[in-house]
């Protein structure tokens, strides 16, 4: 079965710090998608990237940069000079050929000025 | 840009009254989808639905929750008879290909149940 875990509820930190949010997975399958996904309080569900299973090049944009290891099954987020609009819920999640995304628990990330 | 529409953006309604949720896909998407946000939890799904028949669904999505495709357009889930635990945000989500790990959500809908 499918599983993704984000095992930080909650992270804060100061504005302009980098921060690193984790995403661990499982699943049997060998072809398979990974996704993050920001909601902010709007309450929207904001797409940043997809990834599939057989692509594990390292993608920055801008500030943001994901880290892809199926070694360690990690699909973890990092930030870069946070800034406070990056105050949301970041969720993880991972779909199979059915399309059916699984999402992790969320992580809640709060920039303080 | 295509995107997926949803309506209402928030409804209020009694314990036991029947709901309405609307989503209009893309216009060139065949695969559809409900997932369900209750406050502070993860997104799941719901259900999913494709050639006029649900390919899949959770089990969340018990006998008091349906969908169709009444038009050709819209995309729709009822919710027979609510629940307080209903109260939660509904995203839809729509996709063209399958396999291709692309799908795109609406922006919820936030239902209350008192």
């Known amino acids: 079965a499918q599983k993704v875990t984000q095992a930080q509820t909650e992270i804060s930190v100061v504005e302009k710090e980098d921060v690193t949010l984790d995403c661990v997975y499982e699943t049997r399958d060998t072809t398979y998608y990974l996704f993050w996904y920001k909601q902010p309080p709007s309450g929207e569900l904001v797409f940043l990237i997809r990834?599939?299973?057989?692509?594990?090049q390292n993608e920055i944009s801008g500030r943001y940069s994901w880290n892809f290891q199926k070694s360690t099954s990690s699909f973890n987020f990092t930030i870069t000079a946070s800034q406070v609009v990056d105050s949301a819920v970041y969720f993880c999640a991972l779909t199979e050929r059915a399309q059916k995304l699984v999402f992790g628990q969320g992580t809640r990330l709060t920039i303080n000025p | 840009e295509p995107e997926v529409t949803q309506t209402p953006s928030h409804q209020v309604t009694q314990m036991g009254q029947e709901v309405i949720l609307r989503c209009v896909p893309i216009?060139?998407?065949?695969?559809f989808y409900w997932y369900r946000q209750i406050l502070g939890q993860k997104v799941e799904f719901l259900v999913s639905f494709y050639n006029n028949e649900i390919s899949e669904k959770s089990e969340i999505f018990d006998d008091q929750f349906s969908v169709e495709r009444p038009d050709g357009s819209n995309f729709t889930l009822k919710i027979r008879s609510t629940k307080l635990e209903d109260s939660a945000m509904y995203f839809c989500a729509s996709t063209r290909l399958i396999n291709t790990g692309e799908l795109f959500f609406g922006e919820g809908s936030r239902l209350t149940v008192l």
């Open positions: 216009s060139n998407h065949l695969y």
């Open positions: 990834r599939n299973s057989f692509d594990e």
